[in-house]
C-alpha cells in the first residue's frame, strides 16, 4: 500500500467522529521543491500548472515560504521552503 521506493504523502483527519477518509498519494509523476525565497513563486506557477494537466499536488509550504511575499522575513539557512509531489491519482482509506 505505501511505496517504500519512492515519495508519498498521507493525509489523515485523526479527529474522533465526522473525519474524511485518510488520502494516500502515492508514486508522483514528479515533485517539486524549492529551498530559496525567488524559488518559491516558480513553485507557485508549478502548481497552477500542474492543476491545469488535473494532477493532484500533496506537500507542504514551510512558514519560512512566506519570505517570498515578504522579503523582510528571516529564513533559516538550508531549510526547504516547499515540497510538492505531483499525483494522477490518491486513494482513500476509510478507518
Known amino acids: 500500500m505505501i ?3 519512492s515519495p ?5 483527519d485523526a479527529r474522533a467522529s465526522g473525519a474524511s477518509p485518510a488520502r494516500l498519494y502515492a508514486n508522483p509523476v514528479r515533485t517539486i521543491s524549492a529551498h530559496s525565497s525567488e524559488q518559491v513563486g516558480i513553485l507557485l506557477e508549478e502548481l497552477r500548472a500542474a492543476k491545469e494537466q488535473k494532477l493532484h499536488a500533496a506537500g507542504y509550504l514551510a512558514y519560512d515560504a512566506g519570505s517570498a511575499l ?3 522575513l528571516a529564513v533559516a539557512p538550508d531549510a526547504p521552503l ?3 509531489g505531483l499525483f494522477e491519482r490518491f486513494e482513500a ?3
Open 3 to 5: 511505496p517504500k521506493d
Open 8 to 12: 508519498f504523502v498521507l493525509l489523515d
Open 70 to 72: 515578504l522579503p523582510q
Open 82 to 84: 516547499a515540497w510538492f
Open 93 to 95: 482509506i476509510s478507518t
